[in-house]
């Protein structure tokens, strides 16, 4: 069955660190990855998505197969990307499954 | 373009009532899914429909959650003789095609049952 993991539950850096939200997944054919956000009082979003290999909000995304991840990556986190991450897989088989989230609270 | 619209924004119910969540997709999109999102946890599927048609409805509980997507109007979510462990933030979402697409989301339903 696919599975996403996402270790942490929150996340604090300071303003101008790097950030790494991790998400494994465990699927044994080709999923196709994407990174979903939540802000504040708004609605889930589509942040990026691992077929598009672009950059979004500073925000980039890289699927490895080998170790089955795709982290999420920015250099120099933002106050405004305090949000709730969400990773979410999908198979072809069933509609996107999601990890548990991970709420990023950037410091100033 | 309106979004994705879920309506009502908050319910409450109690013990033993039934809960009706309705959902609007975007323009255009025929694919509806359902997530439920309880306390501390992630968003988790329940069912997949298509015009008429429930395609996918493995994460849904067995017994009092239905779900319809009719011809005309919204989808609706039907939870009946709802308990306590119901209330969660129930999440539509909808898409142009199946696949790898981009899903929109609505900004939820937060069922509390008392």
């Known amino acids: 069955a696919q599975r996403v993991t996402q270790p942490e539950k929150l996340l604090s850096v300071f303003k101008g660190a790097p950030v790494e939200l991790k998400c494994n997944y465990s699927?044994?054919?080709?999923?196709?990855l994407f990174w979903y956000v939540q802000y504040s009082r708004q609605r889930l979003q589509l942040l990026l998505r691992?077929?598009s290999r672009e950059s979004i909000k500073g925000f980039t995304a890289d699927l490895n197969k080998g170790e089955t991840s795709f982290h999420l990556k920015k250099p120099f986190a933002q106050e405004e990307d305090s949000a709730m991450y969400y990773c979410?897989?999908?198979?072809?088989?069933?509609?996107?499954?999601f990890g548990k989230g991970t709420r990023l609270s950037v410091i100033a | 373009n309106a979004g994705v619209m879920q309506n009502p924004r908050h319910l409450v119910r109690r013990r033993g009532q039934e809960a009706r969540l309705r959902c609007s997709p975007m323009k255009g999109h025929s694919h509806v899914y359902w997530y439920r999102q309880l306390p501390e946890e992630g968003l988790k599927f329940m069912v997949y429909l298509q015009k008429e048609n429930i395609i996918d409805e493995s994460g849904m509980p067995k017994e009092r959650f239905s779900a319809e997507f009719p011809k005309e109007g919204p989808s609706i979510l039907r939870i009946q003789q709802v308990v306590r462990g119901d209330s969660a933030a129930y999440f539509c979402?909808?898409?142009?095609?199946?696949?790898?697409?981009?899903?929109?989301f609505g900004q939820g339903t937060r069922l509390t049952v008392v």
């Open positions: 979410a897989l999908f198979s072809g088989n069933t509609p996107l499954v």
């Open positions: 979402a909808s898409s142009e095609d199946r696949g790898p697409t981009e899903a929109f």
């Open positions: 699927y044994s054919g080709s999923p196709e």
């Open positions: 691992h077929i």
